[in-house]
């Protein structure tokens, strides 16, 4: 008896061997239709596991632990789940709104904030437990509570995000969690649909909607206020028809300069980060909604809006010139790059694929099957401010 | 001559009232990806409002049909005639019209 158990840890222990699992090299992919997140190795392209019954994943976002165990996903019904991918399983799941747009994590990764649309604002939460540190309602006057957007860490344990309703930028400093300090910057400008921190932590920088331009402020100097920046950038130009909302997370600072989604036009912005003037445009195919750096900023890869969401383009930053136009598959939503970028993940919706290029040579490397795939989100965004 | 009429006749109104199978199933797609990218995919609302049958049981079918067609101004509401024809804009508003 005592003989088979020594055998039977013996085994056991082979077994924990055999399994076990560095997370660096770890990504999520949601299935929005499904509800699912797929759990992916990014070096050996495989799917490792698939997390199911994850509520409305159709516009979804994760942020990682910084010791890579843990994903945090926000799904668009309010959802809030914790995921262990060491042990394929969900660890604790909250419904913590009735509509949801994303969230973030703070920079000693203790906290997870989440932003709202209904009810208005942001949740903080204990990134170990997930149990409510503080609710800072979107309340704008007149009992109004605005939709929340655009909320990224930022340094000094501060969360910044952005109210798509009243046009304005929320700062909460969380130095005592317990007791949030916000400091607000009213008319920024008509309604900001999202908005990006520079890699370095030092500019929150939010897209508008209604009106031509960005807002844009300066972490090192709060007492200089927002400043509206390209106020007159097609300002008399008439406006297409936008098919999806550009997103600015994936914004893209390479070298002196910012290049993002022009709205209403087919257009990439290169915006000069020393003078915030425009440098130049640079024309492409449709809408843009995702500009992404890769992590060497010398590539930007452009996708874009209905109907044109079959392409992707690639900007060659050294010359500002489109290097090349992919044709990818049917709907491509995300991209995600490794973490030194030599290969980018796509996902493509409509033909239930994510296809993975190689960066230099532009050659597809590989595809796997996902169904209705949206986001791609690697581990190695623990270690990234404002992701 | 007559009966070539006639049947020139059924056939349009059977393409004005219903999409094909394989248009329906685009329509559907569209429905459930790209408008949900905004309504939401259940159609409870996202950067644009919830399409719930409640929430459009006050509204007329003509002031509907042309908002998607035609979008709403001051909104991210885009036109979508580019894409769809007055009926089929009829046949998804009779979809999210039923509970």
Redo the contacts between chains.
Sequence with gaps: MKKLFTLLSLLLSFHAFADLRATGDLGIVIE??DGNALIINTTEHKRLSKIEKLG????ASVVFSRDQRYAYIFG??GGLSKIDMLKDAIVKRIIQA??S?GGAISQDGKLIAVSN??PGGIKVFSSDTLELVADIPSDYGKGLRS?VVGLVDAPGQLFVFSL?DAGEIWLADFKNPKAPVIKKFPNIGKQP?DALMSPDGHYYIAGL?GEPGLALLDLWNLEAGVKHILSEYGKDDEKL?????PHLEGWAIAGDYLFAPAIGQHKVLVINKNTWELHDTIAVVGQPVFVMARPDARQVWVNFA??DNNQMQIIDVKDLSLRKTLTPGK?VLHMEFTPRGEQVWIAL??DNQLVIYDTETLQEVTRLPAN?PNGIFFSSRAHKIGL | MNKWLFLLFVTSIAFAGEPSPDRKSTLRNLLKQDCGACHGLTLKGGMGPALLPEVLAGKSDELLISTILEGRQGTAMPPWRPFINHDEAAWLLGILRKP
């Design positions: 929005r239709e409305d994943l159709s516009h668009r019904d009735g509509n747009i649309y209904t939709k798509f649909y909607f028809p936008v098919y999806k909302m209905f109907p709907a919706r409509d209705k």
